[in-house]
Structures are given as C-alpha cells and as structure tokens.
C-alpha cells in the first residue's frame, strides 16, 4: 500500500508529536467544526475553524443537544468553552466543560469581512472542483 499523504507522517509517534507539538496556527485549522446542513447548504462549505462567538450545538456525549455560544477557544488544549455548559465543583464553584469543535456543530456564524473571505474562496474551490469532476463524467 503506498503513502496517501505525503505531507503527514504515518508513524504513531511522528504524529502525535506533531499534534500535540503543533502551532497556534495549524491548531486553529485542527480546531474545525462542522456547519449545520442549512449553513452548508447556504455556503457550499462543509466545515470551518471555530471562533469564538460563534453558536454551536453539542452533538456527542452527555450534553448532547445542548446549544449555545462560544465564549472561548482554548487552542492549547484543544477544546472551546460553551456558555451554559458547565459542571459543579465539590465546593460549589461552576467550572466549563471542555468539548473538542469536532463534536460540535455551528449553527451560527459570526461573519466578519475574513471569515466571509475564508467562506467565498472555499465554496469557489469547491465549484471549481465539481466542475472538473463533471467533465471526467462527461467524457465517457
């Protein structure tokens, strides 16, 4: 079997020591979560970096179904913090619950002129793409 990606490493332990190892930079790319189908379908995007204000329903785990806003993203650990979606301490303190972006999903953006840069150049790389693959369909 040959090497799909060339760039990423196949080895266990090169992996992790560049996930774990990683840039804020390539974390924010790791930090992705997917859009909502009406969000998909709207902006032909399937998934995008998480940000902080955007609104996110849980889809694993004990909170499933719970929604709310983003109030931080906690790149180092690789988590975001969502509003509402706490737990109790043993002293009475609310602490937030740490979800992973791929268990969520965005169900509202918060659009700025980059982040509508980011949406429009991948829903033309997308078109492009398509439209490649139409022609190869088209030939036979």
């Known amino acids: 079997m040959t090497?799909?990606?060339?760039?990423?490493?196949?080895?266990?332990r090169?992996?992790?020591r560049a996930h774990f190892g990683a840039p804020s930079s390539v974390r924010r790319t790791i930090m992705s979560a997917p859009l909502s189908k009406e969000l998909r379908e709207k902006y032909n995007v399937r998934s995008i970096p998480i940000?902080?204000?955007?609104?996110?329903?849980?889809?694993?785990g004990?909170?499933?179904?719970?929604?709310?806003?983003?109030?931080?993203v906690y790149r180092l650990k690789y988590i975001v913090h969502i509003e509402r979606?706490?737990?109790e301490k043993s002293n009475g303190q609310s602490v937030p619950l740490g979800i992973?972006?791929?268990k969520c999903v965005i169900t509202k953006l918060r659009l700025d002129k980059d982040?509508?840069?980011?949406?429009e150049r991948i829903k033309t790389g997308r078109e492009i793409k398509s439209k490649g693959k139409g022609k190869e369909k088209s030939k036979d």
Not at 4 to 9: D, G, R, V, Y
Not at 62 to 72: F, I
Not at 115 to 119: Q, T
């Open 100 to 102: 992973h972006p791929s």
């Open 51 to 60: 940000r902080k204000d955007d609104e996110v329903m849980i889809t694993r």
């Open 85 to 87: 979606v706490s737990r």
């Open 115 to 119: 982040r509508e840069n980011i949406l």
């Open 62 to 72: 004990s909170n499933k179904g719970r929604e709310g806003k983003v109030t931080s």
């Open 14 to 16: 090169k992996s992790r």
């Open 3 to 12: 090497k799909i990606n060339s760039a990423l490493h196949s080895s266990r």
